[in-house]
């Protein structure tokens, strides 16, 4: 009976493994919809974002060149059936409809003055219809004036001396192609001083993840290494701030740049942040499951305090340097509130980039494949750096499981 049970298990396990991953693959492809959809609109034109049904490849009307002229196409009916791809010359042409006599489901649209008048009248619903003569596929035939219609005048780019074919608006099809706007991307740069935003959000980025790598090292290295009076209780007040809301500390927080006269300048976004509560203890913990023999023997080989936390200490942690600055880099690229209040809305020499885009939103509704480039900008920098970080990402998560 044992051994038998032991394929059933084992035939769940794989089912229930199964059922796991395709769960988490449903969910990834939904969780990437929205994204797929977003890049996709950023190479669109204004026009081909808002067509519905939505498309994932963008698409431009078609165009050829008649006569020197670069007309669009459209897919037009023929008179004798069938259709083709022509380019228009004319559009808000007077035209008429016409039927045949004989069946009224044929219609034929064209300027009156083309056809000739056949002399004689048809009652068609108790109305007298005046009837002319039409020539298609090469055979005459009786058709009457049914009413007038406005539409538009096709040619043969392959032969514009042809006759041309004469359509209404409902009857036609545009032609189009698939084309990539990457120009969205340059023309979005050069909007609401997007550009300006871009590079203020670098440097504030690189400073605040580079201050904040720095002082959590240097305040985990001190709460893990260094005995002095007092240590455990300094260690829990600083981390007890974690609990305090950002929303209590803007206030005051305001206030104090107001006096020290920061207000709309770039340092009240970087000098505010370079300490983090959250990185000394993240860095404080891993520091900790460093063996202490490491530090002593670095010691006994006449290395300095300074020496073992930069040769030692450091290079063991990469992993948890890795998730500090993929934390630091992701708030401080996606800060928006203490921008807002800090930052004069028109003040675009010193805005950010969540700032502008949320302007951009507003400015450049109509043109939502502008605003979806800006987005992509916006994006790709925190989905680049987390995809290089993500290995020492996992690293740090395993590890810190095993040694817990």
Do not use: C
Not at 52 to 75: C, D, I, Q, S
Request: hydrophobic residues 50%; proline residues 7%; without cysteine.
């Amino acid at each position: 009976m044992a051994r038998s049970g032991r394929p059933v298990r084992g035939w769940r396990g794989q089912m229930a493994r199964l059922f796991v991953y395709f769960s988490l693959t449903v969910a990834g492809l939904v969780v990437l919809i929205p994204f797929v959809f977003a890049l996709s609109g950023s190479f669109k034109t204004a026009e081909d974002v808002f067509t519905y049904p939505p498309r994932l490849l963008p698409h431009v009307p078609a165009t050829a060149t008649v006569n020197g002229e670069e007309l669009p196409l459209f897919t037009v009916p023929l008179p004798g059936g069938g259709t083709a791809d022509l380019a228009r010359s004319e559009n808000g042409t007077s035209l008429r409809e016409f039927r045949k006599v004989d069946d009224p489901e044929f219609v034929l649209v064209a300027p009156r003055d083309q056809l000739t008048p056949a002399g004689t009248v048809v009652v068609v619903d108790g109305e007298d219809k005046e009837v002319y003569l039409a020539t298609v596929d090469g055979q005459q035939v009786q058709v009457y004036d049914n009413r007038s219609r406005i539409g538009g005048t096709y040619v043969d780019p392959a032969d514009p001396a042809a006759p041309p074919v004469f359509a209404v608006p409902a009857d036609v099809t545009p032609v189009e192609e698939t084309e990539f706007q990457t120009g969205n991307y340059s023309r979005v740069l050069g909007l609401n001083g997007f550009d300006r935003a871009l590079t203020n959000t670098v440097l504030i980025t690189i400073l605040v993840v580079g201050g904040q790598v720095l002082t959590s090292i240097l305040g985990g290295y001190a709460f893990s290494r260094l005995r002095f009076r007092g240590r455990d209780k300094l260690f829990l007040f600083y981390l007890g701030s974690i609990m305090i809301p950002f929303v209590v500390l803007i206030i005051p927080l305001y206030r104090l740049m107001v006096g020290i006269g920061w207000v709309n300048d770039l340092v009240s976004l970087v000098i505010p942040f370079v300490f983090t509560a959250y990185g000394t203890f993240l860095m404080r913990q891993f520091f900790v499951t460093i063996p202490k023999e490491l530090e002593e023997a670095a010691i006994l080989d006449g290395a300095s305090r300074w020496t073992t936390l930069w040769k030692v200490f450091v290079p063991l942690s990469i992993p948890a340097i890795a998730t500090l600055t993929t934390f630091s880099f992701l708030y401080a690229w996606n800060s928006f509130v203490w921008p807002l209040i800090v930052i004069d809305s028109g003040n675009q020499e010193n805005s950010v980039l969540a700032l502008t885009l949320a302007t951009l939103g507003g400015r450049a509704a109509d043109n939502p494949n502008l605003v979806l480039a800006g987005v992509m900008i916006a994006m790709i920098p925190p989905v680049t750096v987390f995809l290089l970080a993500q290995r020492y990402f996992v690293e740090n998560v395993a590890s810190s499981g095993i040694k817990g």
